[in-house]
């Protein structure tokens, strides 16, 4: 079946390190400079809206990393890592470390008609309460967002929380979702780099009809696109505790 959207990383995929900060990323951090203001179209600027964007609202890629279906700003000393479902190799999401703290993203269908980031929300805030976490659904720089206390198992076998941040942007039929950890997930300062990515990326629709939650498809930068279709046999079913494997390949 399609993926669908799911609130947490997708059990079973590995990630896959392309950069990362320091003396050896020299020569990737010239590739994907800061992105600086974005070049929006003049519909945005008339309306006064911030990102993220739809393609068609963006002038050019600029300094944006192309992923596929999704322009993703480039950060200085940022880590980014491509998530990749094990049994279809089909990547998944992509996540960014930056300064102790990390954004997962991922895009997907939406009807025309309407949005759905209210729907996954209250998905989102069951799914959390049912597995012993809590949830809090309050206002954000990006509209409704979910402050969530993850059940987590302490180094010393405690049971203790670990906080996250579920934020969303309803586009034209289609669907960003973010989920940030670590100290950005209560510290707003440091919130605030992770915040001007998520604002900043660019979504790539395509114009082929798609169910509702249907995950867009991704690529590694410098890679050939998957095919933009479903893939049979994948679902992206929410497990916010489970990380897969992970494949760590520094450049």
Same mark, same amino acid.
């Given at each position: +079946?399609?993926?669908?959207?799911?609130?947490?990383?997708?059990?079973?995929? &590995?990630?896959?390190?392309?950069?990362?900060?320091? $003396?050896?990323?020299?020569?990737?951090?010239?590739?994907h400079?800061?992105?600086?203001?974005? &070049?929006?179209g003049d519909?945005?600027?008339?309306?006064?809206?911030?990102?993220? =964007?739809?393609?068609?609202?963006?002038?050019d890629?600029? %300094?944006?990393?192309?992923?596929?279906?999704?322009?993703l700003?480039?950060?200085? !000393? +940022?880590?980014?890592? +491509?998530?990749?479902?094990?049994? /279809?190799?089909?990547?998944?999401?992509?996540?960014?470390?930056?300064?102790?703290?990390?954004?997962?993203?991922?895009?997907? @269908?939406a009807?025309? $008609?309407?949005?759905? =980031?209210?729907?996954?929300?209250? &998905?989102?805030?069951?799914?959390?309460?049912?597995?012993?976490?809590?949830?809090?659904?309050?206002?954000?720089?990006?509209?409704?967002?979910? *402050? %969530?206390? *993850?059940?987590?198992?302490?180094?010393d076998g405690? /049971?203790?929380?670990?906080?996250?941040?579920?934020?969303?942007?309803?586009?034209?039929?289609?669907? *960003?979702?973010?989920?940030? $950890?670590?100290?950005?997930a209560?510290?707003?300062?440091?919130?605030?780099?992770?915040?001007?990515?998520?604002?900043?990326?660019?979504?790539?629709r395509?114009?082929?009809?798609?169910?509702?939650r249907?995950?867009l @498809?991704?690529? *590694?930068?410098?890679?050939?696109?998957?095919?933009?279709?479903?893939?049979? !046999? /994948?679902?992206? !079913?929410?497990?916010?505790?489970?990380r897969?494997?992970?494949?760590?390949?520094?450049?």
């Open positions: +079946m399609p993926s669908r959207a799911a609130p947490g990383t997708p059990e079973g995929d &590995e990630s896959v390190a392309l950069f990362r900060r320091g $003396s050896k990323d020299a020569a990737a951090s010239a590739q400079p800061d992105p600086g203001t974005p &070049e929006v519909d945005a600027q008339a309306a006064g809206r911030t990102g993220p =964007w739809d393609a068609d609202e963006v002038a890629r600029g %300094a944006r990393v192309d992923l596929g279906a999704i322009w700003p480039g950060v200085q !000393g +940022m880590e980014l890592r +491509m998530e990749m479902d094990q049994k /279809t190799q089909r990547v998944t999401g992509v996540g960014i470390s930056l300064d102790g703290s990390a954004l997962q993203l991922q895009a997907f @269908a009807p025309r $008609s309407e949005g759905i =980031w209210d729907e996954i929300r209250d &998905e989102i805030a069951q799914s959390v309460t049912k597995q012993g976490g809590s949830v809090d659904d309050v206002p954000g720089p990006f509209g409704r967002e979910l *402050l %969530a206390r *993850l059940p987590a198992r302490t180094p405690r /049971t203790g929380h670990r906080p996250a941040r579920f934020i969303g942007h309803d586009g034209p039929r289609w669907f *960003l979702r973010g989920v940030i $950890s670590g100290k950005a209560i510290d707003v300062e440091a919130a605030a780099a992770l915040e001007a990515v998520f604002a900043d990326t660019v979504v790539i395509g114009t082929d009809a798609r169910p509702p249907d995950l @498809a991704l690529a *590694l930068p410098g890679k050939p696109r998957a095919a933009d279709v479903p893939t049979p !046999g /994948t679902d992206n !079913g929410f497990d916010p505790l489970t897969g494997p992970e494949i760590t390949e520094i450049r």
